[in-house]
Structures are given as C-alpha cells and as structure tokens.
C-alpha cells in the first residue's frame, strides 16, 4: 500500500481570552488576604501605584458548616510551586502546573473542570492534563485531586499500589468497614494477613491532605470579609463590600504626570491601569452578588441556617448572566461579615430536597443529620438507613446512599467506626 503524504490548511476557531480578562478572572479569585499581598507585591515594583493599607483591627470568628471550606490563604501552594520548579517539566507544562496550582481550593481539591479552565484560557486540554499530572506527584500525595476517590487513589499510589489495584481497593471499602478478611482476599487476590495489611493502608489515608496538623506556635492569618451585612430600620437588609477591611490601590498622579510629560515606562503605566480596572469589576461583581443575596437570603440573615434557602451556584450565574466558573471564582475563598462574625460564601449555596411543606435546604438536613448523631444512644450509632427513616418522619423526602453522602461530607465516620470509637471511650 502507497501512502500519499500531504500537507492540509485547516482553520479552527477558539476561544482565547485578552491578557486584561486573565487578569481580571485572576483578581476575583483571590479571597482577601491573597489579594493584599497580591497588591503589595504589585506596588512595590510598579511606580505609578500607591498602596494604602488600612488601619489593623481584630478578626472575627468565623462561623459555617465544617463541609464549607473556611475563608483561609492556602500555606501549601507556595510550597507546591517549589516542588515543579525542582522538577524536569517541559517549560509550557511547568507553567501550566502553577496556573494549576492557583486554582486550587484550602482543602488541595481542583474543584474546576478542565476542560472549563481550556475553554478560558484558550488551552489544550491535553496539556492541561500533563500538568495536572505533574501536580499529582507533589506532596502532600492527593494533591490537585478532582473527587474524594481520586484523592485517595492517588494516596494509596503513593504508598506503592499500582492504579488498577488501588481502585479495587477503594470499591470494597464497605468490606474493609465491615472487616470481611476472606471476601477482600479473594476479591484482590490477598491472603488474610495481606488483607490486613492493606486495610492498614487504607487507614492512613485523608480525604483532606492538603490540611496540616495543626501548629498552635503558628499564629494564623487574620480573616479579612469581602461583603458586610447591613441592618437598616424597620428590618430592611442590605449587603456592602467590606472595603475598610483591606488596601487601596491608585494611581500616583504625579508620576503620570512625569510619564505623560517623559514618556516614561508606558508598559508599567498600562499595567497599573488594568489593575484598577480589575479591581474595580471585582468589587462590581461582588456587589452584584451580595444585592442577590440580601434578597434571596433574607431568611438566613435572620434566622440562620434554619432559614436557609435552596439556591445554586446555577442560579446566581443565570441572575447575574455570568459564567458559572466565573461565579465559582467570585465565592471561593470569600466570606462575609454578619454582626462581626464571619461565614463562607459557600455557606448561602445548596440544592434542595422535597418535604411535606415543599422544598427545604440541603445544608438544613445536613446540620439536621448532625444533631440526630450527636444525641444518638451511647454505643449504639444509628445507621445511614436509620437515619434517613427519622428524617422521612419529620416530612424530608431523603434516601439512604443521600444521607451516606451528606454524613461523609460532613466528615462524620461511619456506623462501624463510631462504635469503635464508643467501645475505646469506654475502656478508657
């Protein structure tokens, strides 16, 4: 057979976004205390910005569910930058790496799609994958994980196990919680001994690596609130950007002037000018998003998260006709300041589940699953099933595998495990 080689033109059109609109995605994603060091940094070097910080004042508490992840500078990324700068990457695989990195929320998990990021930023997602890839293999081991399951696929990787047998290995945890030696053995081709072992594996794993222990000699960053809540007369609420809580950026305008008059440094004066821009369509977006809020949460402003609404991240993007991935970069990291105390973002978004009285929120079943195992009998856990009957009683139309997934999100153990943990309590 001949082959004929020939050369083909072929035109392909793709989305790539403007130096001016990455930076401007780059902006909102930043929670507060990134984005004063972010701005520091960017005065230091820029001689046409000045930087007024404001006057240091305490922190509040900060409130929410323990799912929600708290409105903290991640300390790991700084680190992960090291780890691919010291490896061997191909220089465009590099920098994809750290763009990676960024994206990032406080818990190690890479909660954007990718092929959402190569749609924004005009990549391949091939690539895209090569450098999460490289991401992957840094410390802590899970890193960069897109589900639970990866993550700690990714652990048991790490600890010598190929691919294939670590998945294995996490479809049979329901064998492993119930201590089934002779089922798992013959499942992944273990004798008991080995069955045990690899049940000891799996008992070093986190679903959260990025979270270290804590270091009480580390004194932790203040939190910093994006958003205020405001009470007005007669009960009205309304919702402003906590601008006292960080630094302003401007021009200097004497150094314009010099550059208008010398023709100095253009490129650093362009620069400090899309950087006020972006500055300027974060706080807007953030606006917009807190007057959303004021009227569609009015109930948790008074109520807490007993009167809490369903409401996505869906419908917020649909409101304010932006991109879904836009909004998920406005509400990561960012908190807001609700009579001095601070709550994630995160925490006024959830799906709804049906009751007798119509739909309720899924974050209100979830603190409702809490306070039924806190006052659950001693040594006697209720089951996921048992669980999802009381719930059923109080009118919430729930399924068992459903309260399985909201009790593991609330990082609550299992059935099993709680027993264990009663019986060591006892002994002690």
């Not at 083909?8 to 990134?34: C, S």
């Not at 081991?141 to 696929?153: D, F, H, K, M, Q």
């Not at 906590?242 to 950026?249: F, I, K, W």
């Not at 010398?262 to 620069?271: D, I, M, Q, W, Y």
Request: hydrophobic fraction near 45%; include cysteine.
């Amino acid at each position: 057979m001949a082959l004929n080689p020939r050369l083909e033109l072929r035109q392909q059109q793709r989305l790539a976004l403007t130096p001016d609109v990455r930076l401007r995605l780059n902006m909102l994603r930043m929670g507060p205390g990134e984005l004063a060091d972010e701005l520091a940094r960017e005065a230091a070097r820029n001689p046409f910005l000045l930087l007024d910080r404001p006057a240091s004042r305490p922190s509040a508490p900060f409130e929410g569910l323990d799912i929600d992840a708290q409105a903290r500078s991640a300390p790991f990324q700084e680190d992960l930058r090291l780890q691919i700068e010291r490896m061997d990457l191909p220089r465009g695989i590099a920098a994809l790496a750290l763009f990676l990195i960024a994206e990032l929320g406080p818990d190690g998990f890479l909660d954007t799609d990718l092929e959402v990021l190569a749609d924004e930023q005009g990549i391949d997602t091939e690539r895209l994958e090569q450098a999460l890839a490289a991401l992957h293999r840094c410390d802590p081991p899970g890193i960069g994980a897109r589900t639970v399951t990866e993550c700690l696929s990714l652990q048991l990787v790490d600890k010598g196990l190929g691919r294939d047998e670590a998945a294995a290995t996490l479809r049979l945890l329901p064998l492993f919680a119930r201590r089934d030696w002779a089922r798992i053995g013959r499942e992944l081709g273990l004798d008991p001994a080995g069955a045990e072992a690899r049940a000891a594996l799996l008992k070093g794993l986190t679903p959260r690596p990025a979270l270290p222990a804590a270091e009480p000699e580390v004194e932790a960053a203040p939190l910093l609130p994006d958003l205020r809540l405001v009470r007005g007369d007669g009960g009205s609420l309304s919702i402003e950007p906590a601008d006292t809580s960080r630094p302003r950026l401007r021009l200097d305008a004497a150094m314009v002037h010099k550059a208008a008059s010398e023709g100095f440094a253009p490129e650093l004066l362009v620069r400090a000018r899309a950087l006020l821009a972006a500055l300027e369509q974060r706080g807007h977006t953030l606006a917009r998003i807190g007057d959303w809020l004021a009227d569609h949460q009015a109930g948790f402003f008074q109520q807490g998260i007993a009167g809490l609404l369903p409401a996505t991240r869906q419908d917020l993007a649909g409101a304010l006709g932006l991109h879904p991935s836009t909004v998920g970069r406005a509400l990561a990291g960012k908190a807001i300041d609700i009579d001095g105390r601070l709550w994630p973002l995160g925490v006024l978004f959830s799906t709804g589940l049906p009751t007798t009285e119509g739909v309720v929120s899924s974050r209100v079943v979830q603190r409702r699953i809490a306070e039924l195992i806190a006052a659950e009998p001693h040594g006697r856990p209720l089951s996921d099933e048992s669980l999802a009957g009381l719930l059923r009683e109080q009118g919430v139309d729930i399924a068992r595998r459903t309260v399985a997934k909201y009790r593991q999100g609330l990082r609550i153990p299992g059935t099993a495990t709680r027993r264990r943990m009663a019986a060591a309590r006892h002994r002690d």
